[in-house]
């Protein structure tokens, strides 16, 4: 085998390798970014989350605060219960934990 022969030979061994890999960098890059969108859906997961929480302790604040107001006040909070409560029910119907 001439020297042609060989050079001819090593490039094209050196072509393949470097065709299979780039199909292996591709698809590392295609594994990459679907972890990258599963991390940001578990991410808004969380944060919704932790707005249903931050809503659900709102709302047991203000059934405290009316648990304990006299008669004179109860009319006054019962409708910022409601309101509290509202934003809890929408905020949990909207959260979809998996």
Do not use: F, P
């Not at 292996?24 to 929480?53: C, H, I, P, S, T």
Request: proline fraction near 0%.
């Amino acid at each position: 085998m001439g020297m042609k022969e060989m050079k001819a030979a090593y490039v094209a061994k050196m072509e393949a390798q470097v065709a299979e890999w780039g199909a292996k960098l591709k698809q590392m890059k295609a594994k990459a970014e679907k972890a990258a969108a599963q991390g940001r859906l578990e991410y808004q997961q969380k944060l919704a989350q932790v707005r249903a929480d931050e809503k659900h302790e709102q709302a047991r604040r203000k059934l405290d605060e009316l648990k304990v107001a006299g008669e004179e006040r109860w009319e006054a909070l019962k409708s910022g219960v409601e309101g509290a409560w509202n934003e809890l029910k929408k905020t949990v119907d909207s959260t979809k934990i998996e």
